[in-house]
């Protein structure tokens, strides 16, 4: 065929539903059409599925970008951003946009979406008061929630709950007001939506239902809400999310058939035939839809019209309902009424909160309703999908799939007992015999790359686990379902998911990580037990309770073990500075518990070698009665500030290196890290004080004072990198104390500074502690907040009696007893 | 052969998830109390170079040395994973919280 002008086509919206059809447009007719697509957003596409975590802080914006920039280039997209179309002159097949740009068409689609429904109540254009629907609603949130006050989100349905968690995630108050009398009654049943309500306000969130709004308080800021019964609830913020329309008004003004959407056939075509419309703003059927899975669903119908297949169209199915609030499991689809006619099976388990319960007519699943554990969903939609008559197995169904035909309890059984043409992706309409045939055709190895290939899992992320479990049925055993290294054994989490879920969940103790993140041991092992219990003690320094057998035996008896089971003793030197009273108690410990041997360290201390466990509390007391604490020589923790001595003697010394060390170390002691951290301070660019090889360095000069981190001398050996100059000692402190709780909030366990540096990148670390001071003050203020808690000499606390049972054996037996 | 029980304490003075030792002419004697409240006693001496296993990490029914973190069976006594070794097992009584162990099997292998 002889090379063809190519058509254009135009595209009013940049949202999920014409992003889907442009990809299923490209693979179809590649290079038939010139594209030109106007956004009145002024950004890229993304997905508005995924607004809900990036509100709650458990991903980024650019986490959720579904096409990048280079997206668009590839394609020889044109994309005008922050464009809003607002005219079609349909006579000169033409569109205009707010800024005066005029671009002609053979074919255009109109993709506006919908716009939230305000709810029509004085006071609603009050500053503060907002919806919920784009990144900028999201980052209007952000911003409210940064006061911690009162937030009032209207609309108790799947968006304004979503709304209200990450509120609460955010640190807000939030109530959530809900016309009805159970929330989210369009997917749950009374039953279903108690549960939910109870574990919405267990997450703090208080729930009003019955609540009906008569006004929107304040002056120029919203202040508060008026209820019709003449409640007032103080706000700052109220967010409506009580539901959308199609935003069909530019449609109307053309002239093309609008009802309550913009009328379109099954074929996506409107009134006009060169003009299509899809997603939010499209009726078909008499029907308008919200759900991504039906929109991706007129994405594909109009991708293959335009590619020239008249035969495609759109037909009308249930589409499941998830909600994406961590830690909340629910799933409903179909029709759960109840009626003539109707049975119904149900399952409840109150102390695990779970709740099942399947509507059935004729022997035929018509909805079904989970709550806690809707790991069955899918496969009770497939059932209700198929028509499938269950009057054989209606004893066990409502036990799930695993428990049919008496198979046995294999994860991955129930995933391999499904149908080719079996939904995996109910957003993206993908089906079990799609994935599997992907996986092999293309050789795909990785839950990145069949994200890629078939877009499974690929939107709102709830079927990853089934993903997961059909890769490694197809792959066997050479699957290796995380990427990321687990922690240990006991879990298939990294550390950075761990870290992440115990902020985001609000875990507070080792057995409510391990419930909830579902460890595979009961009490764990030694290699999680240590870092859950310092991500714990780093989060919620004020309320977790430090778990001493979670503990490495050094950490827990305040002393190093050596290769014979005695201990190492070494007290704290500020800046490695002494004088003779400590060195003669000292001298007179070694001499009163015969110590067979002392050795000065690398960190400048004194190291007293080779203690019987049960001497150590005694060596403690007499070494405090000189006023030393222990020097924490054994703690993933502040380890030592080694100094030289600085402008005080040197000739060369350009600052007060030993008074500056001895400060740094006054303030920081006591605070655990990921792991060991040892810092020095030099008074010259000579360096006596070896700080370029630290984990965190200063080295003074004569203008002030550059800091240093990411050294390493040990296992592998490396010079600091420039962190950045300050001028004065109190600025040199406030940045090396935001740096260090940097560390400590996004390390690994055992992850050394230099290590954590070259994961997240220099730059970065530069930006937030150099660059933001917002951002640094707030570093310093929850390092000291957590300070409170953790500057504790364990010396002195060992003396007075704590944990005695650790120094002493439980009984001494002989023989004798033996032969009673 | 009969036991001979020695009386060693009560429950209470081990901490949970913990381990206490016992000193006996033969030896050094961990005894350990679970997450489960169950009590195991076994030799304070690792099988890999003779760490204190009684100053451990406790987890399920195993312990994890702290000299170089061989994990030991509580129950068998015997390594676990891909390391090899073996400490003895030593019969313990648990009589409503009074406990007790033998040392017979101690005393003759001390007495070979």
Redesign the interface.
Known sequence: MAEQTPEKLVIIGNGMAPGRMLEELFEKAPGRYQVTIFNAEPRVNYDRIMLSPVLSGEKDYEEIIIHGDGWYIKHGITLYKGHKIIGIDRNAKTVTSDHGVTESYDKLVIATGSVPFIIPVPGKELQGVITYRDLDDVQAMLLAAQSREKAVVIGGGLLGLEAAAGLKARGMDVTVLHVMPTLMERQLDPAAGYLLQKAVEERGIKVLTKANTKRILGETRVEGIELEDGRIIPATLVVMAVGIRPNAGLAKDAGLAVNRGIVVDAGMKTSDGDIMALGECAEVDGMVYGLVAPLYEMARVAASHLAGDRKAAFVHSDTPTKLKVTGINLYSVGDFADGDGREEIVLRDATAGIYKRLVLKENRIIGSVLYGDTADGAWFNDLLKRGTDISEMRDTLIFGQAYQGGAPLDPTAAVAALQDDAEICGCNGVCKGKIVSTITSKGLTSLDEVRAHTKASASCGSCTGLVEQLMSLTLGDSYNPTAVQPVCGCTDLGHDEVRRLIKAKGLKTIPAVMQELEWK??????KC??ALNYYLVCDWPDEYADD???????E??HAN?Q???TYSVVPRMWGGVTNSQELRAIADVVDKFNVPMVKVTGGQRIDLLGIEKEDLPAVWADLGKAGFVSGQAYAKGLRTVKTCVGSEWCRFGTQDSTGLGIRIEKFMWGSWTPAKVKMAVSGCPRNCAEATCKDVGVVCVDSGYEIHFAGAAGLDIKGTEVLGLVRTEDEALEHIVALTQMYREQARYLERIYKWAKRVGLDEIRRQIMDDAEKRKAYYDRFVFSQKFAQVDPWSERVSGKDK?EFK???????N???? | MTMNWIAIGDISEIPLRGARCVKTPVGKVAVFRTAENEVFAIEDHCPHKGGPLSQGIVHGNAVTCPLHNWVISLETGKALGADEGAVRTIPVKNDNGALFIALESLALAAAE
């Not at chain 1, 041991?521 to 030694?526: H, K, L, V």
């Not at chain 1, 001493?548 to 050094?554: D, E, G, L, V």
Request: hydrophobic share 35%.
């Open positions: 041991t009961s009490c764990g092992c030694a037990r240590p001493y057998q979670s503990r490495f035996i050094n827990r008896v073990i290769k014979d089971g049972h054996p439980m009984a001494t037996v002989g023989f007893q033996a032969a009673e």
